[in-house]
């Protein structure tokens, strides 16, 4: 089983519209967790860290349920710049911050 | 304020070559992590390292491939004896250590071998 599961996509959403992705991890020793986005052949960039109690940043919301391993974002109003792939990324050490990355999630935005 | 910087961007290497891949971590970053992603997978840790010291290497084949943080200079990932199947984007990224969990990424270096 992978660490770290996340749908591989693609998703094909209409510009404005909303989209939700889910990820779900294996280590109930996980620490820490984030949403990265990859656009194609760059680096990855650090969208939001996920916590708890939901943290939401303008048109992103992310949500973390550690009874379930599972940790959610939520896209509103999506922007064509919104596609990208999605990198559902969890590290487990303290001390170590390695990351652990899901494969993404492939977005596109249809105008 | 500088990113994380990586060369060469490129790199093209015959099968048997040496690659050397360099990464200079954000100004005031002491922490550097080097994640391979192969065409069409995603990210894998390979090495994490900090001035002098490696601290975990726990991702890195177990031939041909070592890194390095030196003192001065930038962190190296060096593979020998490059074979197809190391064809891919080495990223590596870095961290403060004071605010342990954002790690920024710089441009990779996409090697392929031929």
């Known amino acids: 089983r992978k660490e770290v599961e996340q749908d591989p996509g693609p998703f094909n959403v209409p510009e404005g519209a909303t989209v939700a992705f889910n990820c779900t991890y294996s280590?109930?020793?996980?620490?820490?967790f984030f949403w990265y986005r990859q656009d194609c052949r760059k680096e990855p960039k650090l969208l939001m860290s996920v916590y708890s109690s939901g943290n939401e940043d303008g048109r992103f919301t992310a949500q973390l349920n550690r009874a379930s391993q599972y940790i959610s974002l939520l896209i509103r109003d999506s922007k064509l710049s919104d596609s990208a792939t999605y990198l559902c990324?969890?590290?487990?050490?303290?001390?170590?911050?390695?990351?652990?990355f899901g494969t993404g999630t492939r977005l596109t935005i249809i105008p | 304020n500088a990113g994380v910087m990586q060369n060469p961007r490129h790199l093209v290497r015959r099968r048997g070559q040496e690659a050397r891949l360099r990464c200079s971590p954000m100004?005031?970053?002491?922490?550097v992590y080097w994640y391979r992603q192969l065409p069409e997978e995603g990210l894998k840790f390979m090495v994490y390292l900090q001035k002098e010291n490696i601290i975990d290497e726990s991702g890195m084949p177990k031939e041909r491939f070592s890194a390095e943080f030196p003192k001065e200079g930038p962190s190296i990932l060096r593979i020998q004896q490059v074979v197809r199947g190391d064809s891919a984007a080495y990223f590596c990224a870095s961290l403060s250590g004071d605010r342990a969990y954002e790690q920024y990424f710089g441009p990779g270096t996409r090697l392929t071998v031929t």
């Open positions: 280590n109930s020793a996980s620490q820490s």
């Open positions: 990324v969890v590290t487990s050490n303290f001390g170590n911050e390695k990351l652990t």
């Open positions: 100004k005031g970053h002491s922490h």
